[in-house]
């Protein structure tokens, strides 16, 4: 696993006090979009398409500041939009810093490079470089070319200057495992920290609808391409979702484990559903109806979900909750790595 | 009915017109839906409105539908991409700097790009603008601008470099030899123009040279001289080749701030040769210092494996270069607080 022991510790630790204070729920990333223009058009992307006024607004540094205080996740997404078009970013991530909040900043690289002088290598900071495949495959998700390219001239030059690195892979119908899994190759020869892989949402307001992946061709999918993995591989996620996604282990959806703010509030219910807004984080964790979401549920929109903001918090809520679940995740661990 | 339609608008990705209860009408994007209440911004995105259903009587979808649109234009680009030369920041031009009162200008700051010859000289840019160096370049800030230093070599890497960054401000540094007898190492030049061994002579322009010699000309150990500058395709490595080059007003001769000129006017953009003067007039080089090299570390100590002749030369031409970087690295420490305004400067024409 390629998450630092430093970021494991703060995250067991917040999930301990929780369980102690008797919490059921609790949040464990803060998704914060401080802004929703972007600099690409994706085509499996339904989180941009709005008019342009509010595409021109953002969240300011004390709002950012303030969503995370209210929330209290060790961990903040920081998504978008691109979020290196916000004039504050290195403000924001700065504030962040200062609270102590481990900060994954999700970005496309367009503009890493040219910022990266705003930023300062911290063990609390990880450009998380969106990378949806090999070359081909990257470029025609982002409809545009030559963005790989500069994407990893961008993770080599953050991983030079001693940034931390993850990427993000988002994966959808016709994705080749063998492919993938020398793409897998690439970017750990890159010297990142590690990869996070997930099958894409089938947002509803996205440009193309034809490529979202079903539930069992996700499992289908994974299970090829994470079938022996090669052991330079390290992802920057629950070894438990691996298994998930592999189709080897059962999870519902965590919707409140990842809460999402931006310029409109507090999304209910997660990441990916906009069934609303609440003002606060604690309206939204205490008004919102979650038996309407996940799995369980049958609600339609959740049928095909395995994203990893809603199964993610599902599996480290496993791990960290009892012994038998450090034990699974211990295996978990050992079997990938052989 | 209205229940329906406010469905609708909460799914909607544009504008929609709420006709009142008591006839007025609001045009705004809804983002919430309650079972009592709607919430919207308004039309420009800075007031949030929470309306009762009940208040609601009509609702109109009169502005374009975001999502429809991203759709539209997919489809039709069926599966072309977008060229690689696209701008970075997309349909979103880079907020120009704030003023006193903290507002953003319109127009996009560009960075300043720095342009030199060899990866010597770019430890001295490098470390004036507190960059690390790598691959061929350093990225770092000049006073409150964005500022790129690149090694281009020897020729023609300057237009390649202007295309790349399209700067708002070129400035070739680096090394010279002095045709003028009373500059000694260290001696910063500023041209006022640069001529090619054709005869050809681009003028700088005044704002941009006028700030740079304010700035330049105070409070330092170096002189500032303003002059030609000759920009040959060999270097004038002897004493006898210089003198051949002496000209009344010119002062030194580089191999690189001519093309670094000629691609800053082909973009339209202001540009400064800054030289500093590594070896005087009456000095000789080294052989092999008369090639660009990535290193003169190896050649160098063969160089000086000679004899103690050699030796001592190579110690002298040691000295002369920390000096000139000394000088460079200060020089452009200098240059910073004014370098915002030169780079929006207009070109000379």
């Given at each position: 696993m390629g998450i630092p022991w430093?970021q494991m510790?703060?995250?067991?630790?917040?999930?301990?006090?929780?369980?102690?204070?008797?919490?059921?729920?609790?949040?464990?990333?803060?998704?914060?979009?401080?802004?929703?223009?972007?600099?690409?058009?994706?085509?499996?992307?339904?989180?941009?398409?709005?008019?342009?006024?509010?595409?021109?607004?953002?969240?300011?540094?004390?709002?950012?500041?303030?969503?995370?205080?209210?929330?209290?996740?060790?961990?903040?997404?920081?998504?978008?939009?691109?979020?290196?078009?916000?004039?504050?970013?290195?403000?924001?991530?700065?504030?962040?810093?200062?609270?102590?909040?481990?900060?994954?900043?999700?970005?496309?690289?367009?503009?890493?490079?040219?910022?990266?002088?705003?930023?300062?290598?911290?063990?609390?900071?990880s450009?998380?470089?969106?990378m949806?495949g090999p070359?081909?495959?990257?470029?025609?998700?982002?409809?545009?070319?030559?963005?790989?390219?500069?994407?990893?001239?961008?993770i080599?030059?953050?991983v030079?200057?001693?940034?931390r690195v993850t990427t993000n892979t988002?994966?959808?119908?016709?994705?080749n495992p063998d492919r993938m899994r020398r793409f897998f190759d690439d970017m750990m020869a890159l010297g990142i920290e590690g990869m996070m892989i997930?099958?894409?949402?089938?947002?509803?307001?996205?440009?193309?609808?034809?490529?979202?992946?079903?539930?069992?061709?996700?499992?289908?999918l994974f299970s090829r391409m994470l079938a022996a993995p090669a052991r330079r591989w390290r992802f920057n996620q629950s070894p438990l979702f691996l298994q998930?996604l592999m189709?080897k282990?059962?999870?519902?959806?965590?919707?409140?484990?990842?809460?999402?703010?931006?310029?409109?509030?507090?999304?209910?219910?997660?990441?990916?559903?906009?069934?609303?807004?609440?003002?606060?984080?604690?309206?939204?964790?205490?008004?919102?109806?979650?038996?309407?979401?996940?799995?369980?549920?049958?609600?339609?929109?959740?049928?095909?979900?395995?994203?990893?903001?809603?199964?993610?918090?599902?599996a480290?809520?496993?791990s960290?909750?009892?012994?038998?679940?450090?034990?699974e995740t211990a295996l978990a661990l050992v079997k990938e790595r052989r | 009915?209205?229940?329906?339609?406010?469905?609708?608008?909460?799914?909607?990705?544009?504008?929609?017109?709420?006709?009142?209860?008591?006839?007025?009408?609001?045009?705004?994007?809804?983002?919430?839906?309650?079972?009592?209440?709607?919430?919207?911004?308004?039309?420009?995105?800075?007031?949030?409105?929470?309306?009762?259903?009940?208040?609601?009587?009509?609702?109109?979808?009169?502005?374009?539908?975001?999502?429809?649109?991203?759709?539209?234009?997919?489809?039709?680009?069926?599966?072309?991409?977008?060229?690689?030369?696209?701008?970075?920041?997309?349909?979103?031009?880079?907020?120009?700097?704030?003023?006193?009162?903290?507002?953003?200008?319109?127009?996009?700051?560009?960075?300043?790009?720095?342009?030199?010859?060899?990866?010597?000289?770019?430890?001295?840019?490098?470390?004036?603008?507190?960059?690390?160096?790598?691959?061929?370049?350093?990225?770092?800030?000049?006073?409150?601008?964005?500022?790129?230093?690149?090694?281009?070599?020897?020729?023609?890497?300057?237009?390649?470099?202007?295309?790349?960054?399209?700067?708002?401000?070129?400035?070739?540094?680096?090394?010279?030899?002095?045709?003028?007898?009373?500059?000694?190492?260290?001696?910063?030049?500023?041209?006022?123009?640069?001529?090619?061994?054709?005869?050809?002579?681009?003028?700088?322009?005044?704002?941009?040279?006028?700030?740079?010699?304010?700035?330049?000309?105070?409070?330092?150990?170096?002189?500032?001289?303003?002059?030609?500058?000759?920009?040959?395709?060999?270097?004038?490595?002897?004493?006898?080749?210089?003198?051949?080059?002496?000209?009344?007003?010119?002062?030194?001769?580089?191999?690189?701030?001519?093309?670094?000129?000629?691609?800053?006017?082909?973009?339209?953009?202001?540009?400064?040769?800054?030289?500093?003067?590594?070896?005087?007039?009456?000095?000789?080089?080294?052989?092999?210092?008369?090639?660009?090299?990535?290193?003169?570390?190896?050649?160098?100590?063969?160089?000086?494996?000679?004899?103690?002749?050699?030796?001592?030369?190579?110690?002298?031409?040691?000295?002369?270069?920390?000096?000139?970087?000394?000088?460079?690295?200060?020089?452009?420490?200098?240059?910073?607080?004014?370098?915002?305004?030169?780079?929006?400067?207009?070109?000379?024409?």
């Amino acid at each position: 696993m390629g998450i630092p022991w430093s970021q494991m510790f703060a995250v067991a630790r917040h999930v301990m006090k929780q369980r102690i204070a008797g919490r059921t729920r609790y949040p464990l990333v803060l998704m914060l979009e401080p802004l929703f223009r972007c600099n690409l058009a994706c085509t499996g992307c339904g989180k941009i398409q709005y008019p342009t006024a509010l595409l021109k607004k953002h969240l300011s540094v004390e709002d950012c500041l303030m969503a995370s205080d209210e929330c209290g996740a060790p961990v903040v997404s920081i998504a978008g939009g691109e979020p290196l078009l916000h004039p504050q970013i290195s403000e924001i991530v700065r504030g962040l810093i200062g609270r102590g909040r481990f900060i994954y900043l999700c970005t496309n690289a367009l503009l890493l490079e040219d910022k990266l002088d705003q930023f300062e290598p911290d063990p609390h900071l990880s450009f998380s470089v969106h990378m949806d495949g090999p070359r081909t495959e990257h470029d025609a998700s982002v409809c545009r070319a030559g963005v790989y390219d500069k994407a990893v001239a961008a993770i080599r030059a953050a991983v030079h200057r001693g940034f931390r690195v993850t990427t993000n892979t988002t994966l959808f119908d016709g994705a080749n495992p063998d492919r993938m899994r020398r793409f897998f190759d690439d970017m750990m020869a890159l010297g990142i920290e590690g990869m996070m892989i997930s099958p894409g949402y089938s947002y509803r307001k996205a440009p193309d609808q034809d490529h979202f992946l079903r539930r069992e061709q996700s499992h289908r999918l994974f299970s090829r391409m994470l079938a022996a993995p090669a052991r330079r591989w390290r992802f920057n996620q629950s070894p438990l979702f691996l298994q998930f996604l592999m189709g080897k282990r059962d999870f519902d959806c965590t919707p409140w484990g990842n809460p999402t703010y931006n310029i409109f509030g507090w999304q209910r219910p997660c990441y990916l559903l906009q069934d609303g807004y609440a003002r606060t984080f604690r309206e939204l964790m205490e008004q919102t109806e979650w038996s309407r979401y996940g799995h369980a549920s049958g609600n339609p929109r959740c049928r095909d979900c395995m994203v990893h903001c809603g199964f993610e918090p599902t599996a480290i809520n496993t791990s960290f909750g009892s012994l038998r679940g450090m034990g699974e995740t211990a295996l978990a661990l050992v079997k990938e790595r052989r | 009915m209205i229940d329906a339609l406010l469905d609708r608008a909460f799914d909607y990705r544009g504008y929609v017109t709420l006709s009142q209860r008591d006839g007025g009408r609001l045009v705004g994007f809804i983002y919430d839906r309650g079972p009592a209440h709607v919430e919207l911004f308004d039309e420009a995105a800075r007031r949030r409105i929470r309306l009762p259903v009940d208040q609601i009587t009509g609702v109109e979808f009169t502005g374009e539908d975001s999502a429809a649109r991203a759709q539209q234009i997919w489809e039709r680009r069926k599966g072309a991409l977008e060229p690689a030369d696209t701008a970075a920041w997309g349909d979103w031009s880079e907020p120009g700097p704030r003023d006193r009162r903290g507002r953003r200008g319109p127009r996009a700051r560009r960075p300043v790009l720095i342009l030199v010859a060899l990866p010597a000289e770019l430890r001295s840019v490098a470390g004036a603008l507190g960059a690390r160096r790598g691959g061929g370049g350093a990225r770092g800030r000049l006073g409150a601008v964005r500022a790129v230093a690149l090694a281009v070599g020897v020729g023609g890497g300057a237009a390649r470099a202007v295309a790349a960054e399209r700067p708002g401000l070129v400035i070739s540094c680096g090394f010279a030899g002095a045709l003028d007898p009373a500059l000694v190492p260290g001696d910063l030049v500023l041209a006022s123009s640069v001529r090619d061994e054709a005869g050809e002579s681009i003028a700088a322009s005044e704002p941009v040279l006028g700030a740079a010699r304010r700035v330049l000309d105070s409070g330092d150990p170096a002189c500032l001289a303003e002059g030609e500058l000759l920009c040959t395709t060999e270097v004038a490595a002897t004493a006898e080749a210089k003198r051949a080059l002496i000209r009344p007003g010119r002062l030194a001769v580089d191999l690189e701030s001519g093309p670094a000129a000629h691609a800053a006017r082909r973009a339209g953009v202001a540009w400064l040769a800054l030289r500093v003067v590594l070896d005087p007039l009456d000095a000789d080089l080294p052989a092999f210092a008369l090639a660009a090299r990535a290193s003169y570390v190896v050649p160098a100590l063969r160089h000086a494996l000679r004899g103690p002749r050699a030796a001592a030369e190579l110690a002298e031409l040691a000295r002369r270069a920390r000096t000139a970087s000394r000088s460079l690295s200060r020089a452009l420490g200098r240059l910073a607080p004014v370098v915002g305004g030169l780079a929006d400067a207009e070109p000379a024409s």
